[in-house]
């Protein structure tokens, strides 16, 4: 809670009679409470301030920290506009990147300037996962926010997976076998088998006899004989 003000008079006031008394601030109390029969509030500690406040800055008068005095505000007309031209334009950019573009502007003095000033809702436009042609039916749903008046109901695909090209390679005695590449697409059963029936069973069959009885293991699953 902030200590009842002073008025800048009141407080030139305890300078002078701080002076007057030879710096003696009990007696300077007293006389200031005679001097405003009205404001009798007046503390030793609080004469000091004021008189560490004129030595400090040179002047009697108010610097608003905290949570004493009233704040000002970044809800200017300058600001509402800057915010709704940008959000016009870009519906889906960020609180971040708008603090980013507006400095001085806090996160929470964008957000009540969008919803009190604006009229705007936040709403969650759902992403999903771009399908290939050769991907299953599913997709992997996302969150994003615009920023509207009314729900816009948005939906957009945005690519989830990065590519790249999957490598199969195992080893048969003292011999490599591969690199085999997955090229199209991601690997499917279909592929898989493809791959051990053109690639691993004809080296099975050229080893047969020097090997009759092979196992062939998938990473750390259980032998295959």
Known sequence: MCPARLTNAQKVSIVQLHLKNGGHVSETVRQ?????PTNRTLVPSTALKV?????????????????????????????IA????????????????????NPGV?????????KKDLGMQGYRASLVQELKEDDPALRIERNAITWAMTNPHISMD?????????????????????????????VTGEKYLYMLKEIVWPIEVLFEDDVPHMHYQQDGASAQG
């Not at 200031?32 to 405003?36: A, D, E, M, Q």
């Not at 800057?82 to 573009?101: D, E, F, V, W």
């Not at 390679?169 to 090229?183: C, E």
């Open 32 to 36: 200031f409470k005679v001097l405003y």
């Open 158 to 186: 945005k690519p989830y997976q990065k590519k790249g090209i999957m490598v199969w390679a195992s080893l048969f005695k003292d011999q490599l076998i591969g690199p085999y590449f997955f090229t199209r697409g991601t």
């Open 51 to 79: 008189i560490a406040k004129l030595l400090e800055h040179g002047s009697v008068e108010n610097r608003w920290k905290g949570n004493c005095g009233r704040k000002k505000t970044v809800r200017t007309a300058a600001n």
């Open 82 to 101: 800057t915010i709704g031209n940008t959000m016009a334009a870009t519906p889906t950019t960020s609180i971040r990147r708008l603090q980013a573009q």
């Open 106 to 114: 806090t996160k929470s003095g964008i957000q009540r300037m969008l």
